[in-house]
């Protein structure tokens, strides 16, 4: 069965530097949500989309921004890095809103 | 605020033994209830999950979560534990209505000695 897509898998990137996260969700799923799991962390919610439009909105920086697109696939964009934003990023997609989330295998993020 | 306590950061069993690991959670209604496994460098994989019926719930790989509403409790249990078992788990819960964004506990890590 098709899995929740991530890429990509690692990244390194230097400080005040930009990166970008992609998350493909399982087809047909409408949700996408995104979860940051900083080193020893449970992880925490950032943001949430469904039928592309944002649904909520958790602990996430103003340097960061994400979208989901036509296709219900999601990106982040994470601006102005700072080492602190070290961590594994999972993306999360559900059939719509109310159902159980399938998560993709994180992306981790080192920043220097 | 919702939140999720997992008193038990980290568990020792041996391979064999009966395993319970405890969440207790704090919320305004009776939340949805989740339990997921992740192994080292892995991704988050659903064991089981309560949305409301029969309080004792089934999962896979052989393990099974109480809901416990008078003790705000989801413990999760396996009879018998294989050394596959070792991994942290995570108790999670979700808001009854509008998006299901999860709220972790900080998780329990369990090591199966032979």
């Known amino acids: 069965a098709a899995g929740v897509i991530q890429s990509p898998r690692h990244l390194i990137k230097e400080k005040r530097e930009t990166a970008t996260l992609k998350c493909y969700p399982i087809p047909r799923h409408d949700t996408v949500y995104w979860y940051q799991q900083g080193p020893g962390q449970d992880p925490q919610f950032l943001i949430s989309f469904y039928e592309k439009m944002q649904s909520d909105k958790g602990s996430i920086p103003d340097r960061f921004s994400a979208q989901q697109f036509s296709d219900y696939h999601s990106e982040l964009n994470m601006s102005s890095l700072e080492l602190g934003d070290s961590a594994l990023y999972f993306c999360?997609?559900?059939?719509?809103?109310?159902?159980?989330?399938?998560f993709g295998p994180g992306t981790r993020l080192t920043v220097t | 605020a919702q939140s999720v306590t997992q008193p038990d950061i980290h568990i020792t069993v041996s391979e064999g033994a009966s395993l319970e690991l405890r969440c207790n959670y704090s919320y305004g209604a009776t939340p949805y209830l989740f339990w997921y496994v992740q192994s080292p460098g892995q991704g988050l994989q659903l064991l089981l999950k309560y949305f409301s019926g029969d309080t004792l719930v089934q999962g896979i790989k052989g393990f099974e979560a109480e809901f416990k509403r008078s003790q705000s409790s989801f413990n999760l249990r396996k009879p018998s534990v294989h050394w596959s078992d070792a991994a942290e788990y995570f108790c999670a819960v979700a808001p009854p209505e509008g998006d299901y964004k999860l709220s972790f506990g900080a998780g329990t890590t369990v090591t199966v000695r032979a």
């Open positions: 999360a997609s559900s059939l719509r809103r109310v159902d159980e989330q399938y």
